[in-house]
């Protein structure tokens, strides 16, 4: 009988440390459980810089991160549009006098947009406000007299953007910046930054033609990007590609028709007519690791530029900087840089 009782208390005694074990382990999991938190995919679209801005976010607090995404953008309106009360107002109202002091990161930004204006041979001209507003595509889109389109002309220029540390003046009285080329852009390096500084382990962030891509891609692989058909309203093909930035220009976004004939919204900055390179459409891919702190407007700003430049000055200019991209011919040429081959597969649904 008393060996018996030794042998059953034993095995009480090991239980007993086994379940405290079990116990310390379960409070253990439930800190790190609270402290990590468990990783969520969240999506949301809201309405910024004149159009949908869709966001896929994998991350501890996804509701958080894309709503100040959406607020940092909304911020980026404020400072880069004419049609607000930030930076760019001030300095258009301000034109031919005295500099306006700019908040950093909008002159860090304009900084590198003034180098692509110059590297792009002023195919890409952020001063093309006085004449963007005569031909009104977003209100009353109409083809303007040549007269004057020419005075309108004459108060373009971007190497009359005086830019010293963070203060911006303009040359002459009239002269106005037009940041639609890379505004779009823009806000996806805004969301981007915003995602760098919550928990967000993956996101994605699409505003009108331009594309952020964050992270890696929860499950692996790369990230699927479609080049919209320049046709239709689908997908001509999809981009396989491991993050970076994406933006598209095409003359088929923004057009009015006028005794037959359409004009789109991509301006030829040496005309003051819309571009006619050949091209209807361009998609430019700003890899990771970029030297840039904007990578997101410059892909924006090159595919702007090079629809302009057209296919092979384009090319040259994207190789210039260790961009790629697909340059869409009017006759329906597809032609992809080196470093899309195999990254482009055409017809896939996206
Ligand atoms: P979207 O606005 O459809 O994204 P883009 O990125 O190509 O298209 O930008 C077009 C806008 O950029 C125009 O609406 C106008 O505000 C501005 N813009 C047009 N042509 C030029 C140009 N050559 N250089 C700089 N800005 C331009
Ligand atoms: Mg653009």
């Known amino acids: 009988m008393m060996t018996d009782e030794r042998k059953a208390r034993l095995p009480l005694g090991k239980r007993a440390i086994l379940l405290g074990l079990v116990f310390a382990l379960v409070l253990a999991g439930l800190i790190i459980w609270q402290f990590l938190g468990r990783e969520r995919k969240y999506e949301l679209t ?47 109202s301000q034109s031919g006098g005295e500099p306006v002091a700019l908040s950093d990161s909008v002159g860090e930004l304009l900084a590198e947009m003034v180098e692509l204006c110059e590297r792009s041979s002023g195919a890409l ?17 109409r083809l303007p007299e040549a007269g004057e389109l020419a005075e309108r002309m004459a108060l373009v220029g971007w190497q009359e953007v005086e830019l010293t540390g963070d203060s911006l003046s303009l040359g002459r009285e009239g002269m106005s910046l037009d940041l639609g080329a890379i505004g779009k852009g823009a806000a996806c390096d805004m969301a981007l930054d ?96 970029m030297d840039v702190k904007y990578p997101g407007a410059l892909s924006d700003g090159l595919a702007t530029a ?28 597809i032609t992809i840089t080196e470093g899309l081959e195999g990254r482009f597969t055409l017809g896939e649904g996206g």
């Open 306 to 333: 090079c629809f302009v430049l057209g296919l092979e000055d384009g090319m040259e200019l994207l190789e210039s900087y260790g961009a790629e991209g697909i340059f869409i011919t009017e006759g329906g040429d």
């Open 125 to 141: 001209d952020i001063t093309l406000g006085p004449v963007m507003g005569l031909w009104d595509f977003a209100n009353e889109p």
């Open 194 to 289: 915003e995602y760098s500084r919550s928990q967000v382990q993956a996101a994605v962030v699409a505003v009108g033609g331009s594309v952020g891509l964050y992270g890696h891609k929860p499950g692996g692989g790369d990230w699927q990007v479609g080049v919209r058909d320049p046709e239709g309203s689908g997908s001509l093909g999809v981009l396989s590609l491991p993050g970076g930035f994406v933006s598209t220009s095409g003359s088929y976004e923004k057009y009015f028709e006028q005794d037959g004939k359409k004009y789109h919204h991509i301006l030829d900055p040496r005309t003051g007519y819309p571009a006619e390179s050949g091209l209807v459409s361009v998609t430019v891919w700003c890899p990771p690791g």
């Open 46 to 92: 809201a309405f910024a810089m004149g159009s949908y801005v869709q966001q896929t976010v994998w991350g501890r607090e996804p509701e958080t991160a894309v709503v100040e995404a959406v607020q940092g953008i909304e911020e980026l309106e404020r400072e880069i549009s004419w049609r607000r009360d930030g930076d760019v107002a001030r300095v258009n």
